[in-house]
Structures are given as structure tokens and as C-alpha cells.
């Protein structure tokens, strides 16, 4: 009982501290908002290149919110040494790790939902496929967040962590098949694609919103999830390497 009431804690305390800021709050819900528009209006295509676009809206929209966070979040209690009182709480390490990330994957979620609400008053979402979407969003948000995780431990600064993260964000949206088929890269470039968990992600939220699979779908999920494994695993080992040992 212990070990769950010290991890809501940890939750409760970043969400009032962080996430549920008015800045955050705003910023928040105009990221998603100005992505929708820059595309849909870019597309030239009316309303039906909204579920074309839905995909790597959503995904844009998780990657930069949850990173973006929790470069704010872990970097800033590294530097004020209150990251060091938290580990005296009643809570294993990895537990531990994965309060302080959740208030991030909670926000990513959030944030991806904010483009399908928009395009829901334009478009019949009617034939989605919520369970594979709703899945994969949560999916995406955690191994964005554990990525995020792991860049913000190798900085001491939060601008080298915003700056750090932009050097894998920037490349994902180009090399992970968001915006267009991974097949029109170069040769040399698709495996690059495929060491990416983005990759899986945005094969999956095609699939439930128009179809078309480049993988099957419970492949992309056992990668996914691997790539959250992997992350979760790396980012450990980061705290440990730099901060504590």
C-alpha cells in the first residue's frame, strides 16, 4: 500500500507542478492545434486529406509533448537536487522511474487525442479502428517518454536537453513513414527507419485509420513494445551511471 500511495504522490506532485500549469495547459493544447491546421490547410486537399494526415498529426503531437516535458521535469529536479529526496521514498527505483514518466505519457495521450476531436467535426471517424489507435497511441507515448527520459539524464541543462531531444525528433518525422511510405527513402535510409520505434507506431495508426499495414499488426506491437522494454531499460541504467552511482 505504501509502495502505490508513494507513487500517486510522485504522479499528483508533477501533474501540479508541471503539467497542470496554465502555460503547459496552453501550450498544450495550441501545439496539436497549430500541427492540425499547418497540414490540413498545407494539404490543399480539403477535408479528405484529414484522415490521410491524422497519423503522423497524432504522432507529431505525443513525440514533442511528452519529450519536451519531461526535459522540463527531470533535468529541472537534477539541478535543484530534489530528485535525491525522491529516492528516499518508500518505492523500488524502477517504480519509481515510471511515476515520474507517467505524468509525461498521461500529457502525450492527451495531446494526441486533441486532432481527432478536430477531425472529428469534419470527417466520419466511424470506420477507425479505436482499439488498434487508442493502443497504439499509449504505446507511442511511452517509449516517446522513455526516450525523453533518457536524453534529459545525459544533460545537466534543460535547453541542452530541448536541443539534444530535436536531434531524434526532427529525423523521426521524415524517416518514419508519417508522412510518407518508407519504400520512397532512399536504399540506404529505410533501415535507419526500421531501428526507430516511431516506425511501428506510424504503421499501426495508418492501419486503424485507412489500412494498409506494412507489417502485421501484432508485429508492430511486440516492437513497440520492445522498444518501450529497451528504453525503460537504457534509461535506468543512465540514472544510475550518472546520478546515483
Known sequence: MKTWIAFSSILLKDMRTYYLKPPNISW???FPLAWTGMFFIRSGDGFGSITNLLPGVVAVSILFGTTSMLAVT???EKKNRSFER???APISFELLMLAKT??????GVVNAFIPVLIAAFFVDLSGLAWLTFAGTIVLIAISSAFLGLFIAVAVSEIFEAQTFSNFFRFPMLFLCGLFFPISDLPQFLQPVSYALPLTYGA???HGAVHGGNVMTPWAAFALLGAFCIALFA???WNVNRKWIL
Request: aromatic residues 10%; hydrophobic residues 65%; negative net charge.
Open 28 to 30: 498544450g493544447l495550441i
Open 74 to 76: 527531470v533535468t529541472f
Open 86 to 88: 525522491l529516492l528516499l
Open 102 to 107: 507517467s505524468g509525461a505519457i498521461l500529457f
Open 203 to 205: 504503421d499501426l495508426l
Open 234 to 236: 537504457g534509461s535506468l
